[in-house]
């Protein structure tokens, strides 16, 4: 999903830094940020990237809250992968203080609390460029790439991510649809959401 269109990649929430270290490998992206909260985190991919003798000029290391970014170039990527739902939409509140967002795009690859993300997305106007469903050692992950420019609004439930027909895609609806069976035998409030899924899952 990503091309090599940008000035600079920011992995935030970077841990291991695996993505910005494939960036990096690949050699066509100018400049790599990697961007964790943990110092300790940031001290041992230091030493890493130290031992990879990646050229010095081509990457940064930033340790700070994602939610505190502000983008120095312009046409930046900034991803925000492996972190919950919820996290992922207060950093997204964080960038959207702090930077004019129109010339910038975002990669989000989270866990839970989807249809939340999907919900602040659409509110927020931020657009879809590409979206996709992926899985990793059987966990599904749903995959954006945003803008502010794109004329696709997010779906609020992501109904072209689907294949039915492929059983790891219905299994990971039933996942969810078993999650909001369980939330509205107490509260109502989801039903609709619910629905949705189900009106997948039954194409
Ligand atoms: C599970 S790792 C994800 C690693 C990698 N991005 C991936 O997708 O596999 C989550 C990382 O996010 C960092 N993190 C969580 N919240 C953060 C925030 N608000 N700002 C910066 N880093 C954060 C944690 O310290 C942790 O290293």
């Known amino acids: 999903m990503i091309k090599d269109e940008y000035s600079e990649v920011w992995d935030t929430c970077c841990d291991h830094g695996k993505l910005g270290v494939a960036l990096l490998e690949r050699g066509s992206v100018s400049k790599v940020h990697f961007l964790d909260c943990v110092p300790s985190i940031i001290e041992a991919l230091e030493l890493?990237?130290?031992?990879?003798?990646?050229?010095?000029?081509?990457?940064?290391?930033?340790?700070?809250?994602?939610?505190?970014l502000a983008l120095s170039s312009k046409g930046s990527l900034?991803?925000?992968?492996?972190?919950?739902?919820?996290?992922a939409i207060e950093i997204l509140k964080g960038l959207e203080r702090n930077n004019d967002l129109s010339s910038h795009e975002i990669i989000i690859c989270v866990q839970h609390h989807i249809y939340q993300l999907r919900e602040f997305l659409r509110q927020e106007g931020f657009k879809s460029k590409n979206e996709t469903l992926v899985f990793d050692k059987g966990i599904g992950y749903e995959v954006f790439l945003l803008n502010k420019t794109s004329?696709?609004?997010v779906h609020p439930v992501g109904t072209s991510i689907f294949n039915v027909a492929n059983p790891e895609h219905q299994a990971y609806l039933k996942k969810i649809i078993e999650h909001y069976k369980r939330k509205v035998r107490g509260d109502k409030t989801d039903i609709?959401?619910?629905?949705?899924?189900?009106?997948?899952?039954?194409?």
């Open 48 to 68: 890493k990237l130290a031992r990879r003798n990646f050229e010095k000029s081509r990457y940064q290391l930033h340790c700070m809250k994602a939610e505190d």
């Open 78 to 87: 900034v991803c925000i992968c492996g972190v919950g739902g919820e996290t």
């Open 151 to 153: 004329k696709e609004d």
């Open 192 to 203: 609709h959401i619910m629905n949705l899924y189900k009106d997948i899952a039954k194409k």
